[in-house]
């Protein structure tokens, strides 16, 4: 299809984010006649099109060429533009082949070996965690896609790595008709995204496509504790194995009784050792050990096994999950800004081992709050919601847990926080929103939480 394309016409990228960047630059060093655009008005776009102007790429910030999108041969998109936006919507109109990033650098990327993962929670940590396992057995390995570097980016470099561990979105998922993963990987599901998907059913479909490429090769990694992901693949082509926390019969799960991890009928690390915080990480790092242990069969050997304990007791997870930001006055305060769902923001909750403050608000993704009454009964001393989401939140929660609705700034919830915790107590950014009412996204978010934990000046 790519390689179609290229000698057709010129190939327009719509979205200059990291993504839209990456993925011109890529085209262009193959050989395609490249037109990068993206209608935002930012200084963060501006600079990205004069960049690409400057390596002789043709690129547009704060406006589109609709014409000249109009006669492109195919249409290459970034996973932050909405389907419904206008150079999408003339695209399909006119019959124009649309991909996204993905399915750009899968095809420079021919031949590579990649772990898939995709699912409503845990994605990133379980990607983070695979390539840092994969390089514990001595592979160059890298991790890409959802998680923070364009998929194009490793495409653009001169040395090919030996495997990828790869994040996919839905929305990722929805626009790379080629991906066939090595091993996939599906974490779990629960709603998510219902402010651009019109149903869950929607969503869930996207989260499918996982599978659309299902050979006999074929290798699926999915959680026997979740019905739904179960099902989702039932009937594919391949084989499946199953992590669990309560199944005692898959082939990756948590044994109470020696408090052990347990990979192919063997103990391979005390549930003591890991260094992630929640019943959550367990199911996250048996996915990820199971994957690499059926990637290949050479992973599973003595030396190999202790090579992942080892691995993942080094493990220290990544910013804004379940992240330790300070220790104040006796006070834990715990970043958990990457919960931008309710499903996420429950198993946050439920990790918590001290009375916590809990920060929850930001822009609504159109969820119910009600699914959090029981965590926050058990584990919340007081919830403030905050935000554009607080009405509707107080209104969800108000009654079954203490809770104030508090300010129209961030600074203004964090006094609050600070004020209402005691020594002993933790505060829990775990908002079940996205960010865009105060935050350009969550990493903002989270560093904000954690500068004004710390005081920082």
């Known amino acids: 299809m790519i390689a179609e394309a290229k000698g057709r016409g010129e190939i327009a990228v719509i979205g200059l984010g990291r993504s839209g960047t990456a993925a011109a630059r890529l085209l262009a060093r193959d050989g395609a006649r490249v037109y990068a655009t993206d209608a935002g008005g930012s200084e963060a776009v501006a600079t990205a099109a004069a960049a690409l102007r400057a390596e002789g790429i043709a690129a547009d910030g704060g406006s589109h060429d609709m014409a000249r999108i109009r006669g492109a041969a195919l249409l290459v998109v970034s996973p932050g533009v909405p389907p419904e936006a206008l150079p999408l919507a003339m695209a399909r109109e006119a019959g124009i082949r649309i991909v996204g990033e993905i399915e750009v650098a899968l095809h420079a990327l021919r031949g590579v070996p990649y772990i898939a993962v995709t699912g409503t929670n845990g994605k990133s940590t379980v990607t983070a965690l695979l390539a840092h396992l994969l390089a514990a057995l001595g592979h160059r390995a890298v991790a890409a896609g959802n998680i923070g570097r364009a998929l194009s980016d490793v495409a653009l470099q001169d040395e090919r790595p030996d495997w990828i561990a790869l994040e996919v979105s839905s929305f990722q998922l929805h626009d790379a008709p080629g991906l066939a993963p090595t091993v996939g990987v599906l974490t779990n599901l629960s709603p998510d995204h219902l402010d651009r998907y019109p149903s869950v059913d929607a969503y869930y479909a996207d989260k499918a496509l996982l599978y659309r490429n299902a050979s006999a090769e074929s290798r699926w990694v999915v959680n026997a504790d979740d019905r739904l992901a179960l099902d989702l693949g039932l009937g594919c082509a391949g084989t499946r194995w199953a992590f669990s926390r309560r199944d005692q019969h898959a082939t990756a799960h948590d044994e109470a009784a020696r408090d052990a991890l347990v990979l192919f009928k063997r103990p391979l690390i005390t549930r003591a050792e890991l260094p992630l915080l929640g019943w959550h990480n367990v199911e996250n790092t048996l996915a990820a050990l199971l994957a690499v242990m059926v990637a290949d069969p050479a992973h599973q050997s003595k030396d190999a096994r202790a090579a992942l ?148 000046a």
């Open 309 to 456: 304990a080892e691995a993942v007791r080094s493990f220290r997870g990544l910013p804004h999950r379940l992240e330790i930001v300070a220790d104040d006055g006796g006070v834990r305060w715990i970043n958990d800004s990457k919960a931008t769902n309710v499903s996420s923001a429950r198993v946050a909750i439920e990790a918590m081992t001290r009375p916590t403050v809990v920060l929850l608000g930001g822009k609504h993704k159109g969820e119910p709050y009600t699914a959090l009454r029981e965590p926050l009964r058990a584990h919340a001393k007081l919830v403030i919601a905050y935000g554009e989401a607080a009405p509707l939140v107080a209104a969800d929660l108000a009654g079954d847990v203490p809770l104030e609705q508090c300010g129209s700034s961030f600074e203004d919830v964090m006094q609050r926080a600070r004020a209402a915790a005691e020594p002993g107590d933790a505060v829990l950014l775990a908002p079940a929103c996205s960010s865009f009412d105060m935050f350009t996204n969550y990493e903002f978010r989270g560093n904000e939480f954690r500068r004004l934990a710390r005081r920082d």
